[in-house]
């Protein structure tokens, strides 16, 4: 009896380990998974840590732009004068080259109709880009001079003559040179319609 029961006990055994086998592909396939993704979510963490550290900062860029001033302070200290004045002429110049905007009121201008019996006319804001405070101050000064000046090349335009963009883009650049001609202190360095319409 106790041979029979030693022969019959292997027997329940044997269907459990093809069953723990099945459990075993479970557990690795959701190993290989988890394994995969967490390789996964690594990867994006380090390549969005990768694009953080590369942009810029507002602290990368600030020493740059302080150096030469600290250098030229440094070189003035010590009885450098001409390397002082050098540094303020190139601190300037990356200053100026965004310049100034002065706005002009709105202008209302007819245009040129000849034989027409019905006037046009052109309804434009202006702005007007001055390369320093100086400048700025001029134009300002000599309003009524800029202003007639618009008003009398608009007068000489037909609305034919601004319907295409190069037409507009000729007229800015004929305003630039006319209000050059009396500026002192800067010539004007750019001219934009913020506003543009042509009725009737």
Same mark, same amino acid.
């Given at each position: 009896?106790?041979?029979?029961?030693?022969?019959?006990?292997?027997?329940?055994?044997?269907?459990?380990?093809?069953?723990?086998?099945?459990?075993?592909?479970?557990?690795?396939?959701?190993? !290989?998974?988890?394994?995969?993704?967490?390789?996964?979510?690594?990867?994006?963490?380090?390549?969005?840590?990768?694009?953080?550290?590369?942009?810029?900062?507002?602290?990368?860029?600030?020493?740059?732009?302080?150096?030469?001033?600290?250098?030229?302070?440094?070189?003035?200290?010590?009885?450098?004068?001409?390397?002082?004045?050098?540094?303020?002429?190139?601190?300037?110049?990356?200053?100026?080259?965004?310049?100034?905007?002065?706005? !002009?009121?709105?202008?209302?201008?007819?245009?040129?109709?000849?034989?027409?019996?019905?006037?046009?006319?052109?309804?434009?804001?202006?702005?007007?880009?001055?390369?320093?405070?100086?400048?700025?101050?001029?134009?300002?000064?000599?309003?009524?001079?800029?202003?007639?000046?618009?008003?009398?090349?608009?007068?000489?335009?037909?609305?034919?003559?601004?319907?295409?963009?190069?037409?507009?883009?000729?007229?800015?650049?004929?305003?630039?040179?006319?209000?050059?001609?009396?500026?002192?202190?800067?010539?004007?360095?750019?001219?934009?319609?913020?506003?543009?319409?042509?009725?009737?």
């Amino acid at each position: 009896m106790a041979a029979e029961e030693k022969a019959s006990a292997p027997a329940p055994a044997s269907p459990a380990p093809s069953g723990g086998g099945g459990g075993n592909k479970v557990v690795l396939l959701l190993t !290989l998974v988890n394994v995969v993704v967490t390789a996964a979510i690594g990867g994006l963490v380090f390549v969005s840590f990768k694009k953080e550290k590369n942009q810029s900062t507002i602290s990368d860029i600030a020493p740059d732009e302080h150096a030469p001033k600290e250098e030229a302070a440094a070189e003035g200290g010590h009885g450098g004068g001409g390397g002082h004045g050098g540094a303020k002429e190139g601190a300037k110049k990356k200053t100026g080259d965004f310049g100034k905007i002065v706005t !002009l009121d709105q202008f209302t201008v007819n245009l040129s109709t000849p034989g027409s019996a019905t006037p046009k006319y052109a309804r434009v804001n202006i702005s007007i880009e001055v390369p320093n405070e100086d400048s700025e101050i001029e134009v300002n000064q000599k309003m009524p001079q800029v202003r007639n000046v618009v008003i009398d090349l608009f007068n000489s335009k037909r609305p034919s003559d601004l319907a295409s963009a190069e037409g507009r883009d000729y007229l800015k650049e004929e305003i630039r040179n006319a209000v050059n001609e009396f500026m002192v202190k800067g010539k004007i360095k750019g001219v934009f319609f913020t506003n543009f319409a042509v009725a009737g």
